[in-house]
DNA sequence: CGACTTTACGGGTCGCGTAAGTATA
DNA sequence: TATACTTACGCGACCCGTAAAGTCG
């Protein structure tokens, strides 16, 4: 697992559509959605339930959805606060 | 930024050590160091300070290794949720 | 039929391992 | 000189983009 494939997971999961998730990401499609199906495989689960009209979020994908968004948030939390040199919010000496 | 260069990061945070890391790792020492300076590269703040018996968190190092660890905790169960497909907090129907 | 997703293929990039180099007490 | 980190180099793997194929209402 990687951290662009959290991304491209949460994008798909938010447009409900891997032609609009790349475009937001720029790349191209086939990039996206090899990427959700190599997570899939990896996970052993369906992330999403495929339709002529999109991709729409599984229960595992909605339960995965909510640990990815934690992820994407603490890598930008890590990257800001690291740059920073701002406490993350305990004390130390 | 990857899921390997965090690992590798908390590894050497944990180990004071380029090679014990490695070891643990189960990889050679040049590719944990290379993505270390990677790492630091990236976020334009040394992580650790470095002695001639090892590496040394510096400030902004002990920061990043919170949200790290965190990073790394929540991908792990983020893989046990989506296959074990338990719901994350939240009942839905 | 129509919109979307998936597979095939070629090229560029990234990361690892081995080996050599550098630095400090 | 001993220990640990860093750079050089060659090779394999991964990822992307373009183009073609498959799928389902």
Redesign the pocket.
């Known amino acids: 697992m990687?951290l662009?494939?959290i991304e491209?997971f949460v994008a798909?999961a938010e447009t409900?559509?891997?032609?609009r998730a790349?475009t937001i990401l720029?790349?191209?499609?086939?990039?996206v959605?090899?990427?959700?199906?190599?997570l899939e495989d990896e996970l052993g689960v369906p992330l999403?339930h495929?339709?002529?009209?999109?991709?729409d979020l599984s229960a595992a994908g909605k339960v995965f959805l909510r640990r990815a968004r934690t992820v994407l948030d603490e890598v930008r939390e890590a990257k800001v606060e690291a740059r920073s040199g701002r406490l993350g919010g305990a004390l130390l000496p």
């Open positions: 990687s662009a494939q491209y798909v409900g559509n891997v032609g790349a720029r790349i191209a499609q086939p990039a959605s090899r990427q959700i199906l190599r999403f495929r339709t002529p009209r999109g991709m």
